[in-house]
């Protein structure tokens, strides 16, 4: 009878151990006191320590402690009866790995023995979750932005048709003969102020694409060192200006006058985040490929197609922004100053769609902000 036992319990452990092998999941196993007692893992599991080291070690000997929290509480759930599901967390060879464990009861019959764990890689579906996830952000702040841009372009249009009619009527008044010097600078001051308005018009065009636009061979490098220096005798005493714009770069295709628009936006806006406060402000060109990564964690308006590009950087030591602010910064109307039209970014947008090109954006708040736009460098730049 007893090695009838013995071959029986010979049958179950090599049953046992089949069960094991096919499995793609690992299996630990804990006593009461919740030491490792037993660790399967299949050939391709990633583990964040080897087998051998678990063996006869507690969960806060061996893992990190947000995984001791959760399996602290799994193991209350088990000495109660009850199976305990949950999720964490690993960095493994540098990598990020998300696991799945259901860990159940062991009892000596009614006395809590231990617990058993079955623990599963989720790392591919989180990361497609997260993929997925991502996708359909980008295609709602697509919309969104479409929305708005239809809504701005029939704003401007309109208002534009009746600044029109403002200028127009201001001028036929001021040919009058009879006018008094008062009223010929009231009728100024309307045109003046008409005109800061159709300024305001053209930048809502440009931010939905349907702005002008006059494209010539041009180097950048070039264009923007001529607007930095417009702008230095206007930018605040406690800015420094810095320039990194070397000569012989690829020229790219371009509207000057757009162009030239996006640089002092940009660069007036680097000038307010310094608020009060010391600061530098770095504008700089360079060459970049498709092929080249840019920094984790960066904001890109869209995937740029493979090719060559130059690009446009403007940095600042200012005050950066949070992840709400940077979701937000190039929608029209969006701002975060007491005063202001909100459409400076939505424009340079607009702007950068019209001449197929891209926009990075790294931020962080209390370490500044960098913006790099990528433009083409196409056939006919090189041709030139």
């Known amino acids: 009878m007893e090695k009838e036992n013995d071959e029986k ?9 089949a069960i094991l092998k096919a499995m793609v999941d690992q299996v630990f196993a804990f006593d009461s006191d919740g030491r490792f007692t037993y660790c399967h893992t299949p050939p391709s599991s990633r583990l964040y320590l080897e087998p051998k080291q678990f063996l006869g070690r507690t969960c806060a ?5 947000h995984v001791q929290e959760v399996f602290a509480e799994a193991m209350e759930e088990n000495r109660a009866g009850r199976v305990a599901e949950y999720d964490y967390q690993l960095l493994v060879e540098g990598e990020n790995f998300w696991f799945h464990a259901r860990q159940s009861p062991l009892l000596d019959g009614h006395i809590f023995a231990g617990a058993v764990a079955v623990v599963r890689d989720i790392s591919n579906i989180k990361r497609a979750q997260e993929q997925e996830f991502r996708l359909e952000a980008k295609l709602q702040q697509a919309q969104k932005l479409e929305s708005l841009g239809v809504l701005a372009g029939g704003v401007a249009h309109d208002f534009n048709n009746l600044i029109m009619s403002v200028l127009g009527f201001a001028d036929l008044a001021l040919q009058e003969p009879s006018l008094s010097q008062e009223l010929i600078g009231h009728l100024e001051q309307i045109r003046k102020t008409s005109y800061r308005a159709t300024e ?3 930048q809502l065009l440009a931010y939905t694409g ?3 636009l006059s494209a010539e061979s041009l180097d950048l490098s070039f264009l923007v060192l001529d607007t930095a220096d417009m702008l230095k005798v206007n930018l605040p005493g406690h800015a420094k200006l810095e320039l990194d714009c070397p000569a012989g770069l690829p020229r790219i295709q371009g509207d000057v006058t757009q162009l030239r628009q996006v640089a002092m936006n940009l660069i007036s806006n680097a000038a ?5 406060q010391a600061g530098q402000i770095t504008i700089g060109t360079y060459a970049w490929t498709s092929e080249e990564p840019w920094p984790k964690g960066t904001l890109v308006s869209e995937d740029p197609p493979s090719g060559e590009y130059i690009m446009l950087k403007v940095a600042d030591t200012g005050l950066g922004m949070d992840e709400p602010t940077r979701q937000r910064i190039f929608e029209p109307f969006f701002s975060t100053k007491l005063t202001g039209s909100g459409i400076g970014l939505a424009a340079v947008m607009g702007i950068m769609r019209s001449h197929k090109g891209f926009i990075l954006m790294e931020s962080k708040p209390g370490q500044g902000t960098t913006f790099h736009l990528g433009f083409p460098v196409s056939d006919a730049a090189d041709s030139d």
Do not use: C, D, N, W
């Open 272 to 276: 307010e985040s310094l608020a009060e």
């Open 61 to 65: 000997q061996v893992m990190p402690p």
């Open 200 to 202: 305001f018009t053209r």
């Open 9 to 17: 319990g010979i049958e179950q452990r090599v049953r046992l151990e």
């Open 210 to 212: 349907r702005g002008r």
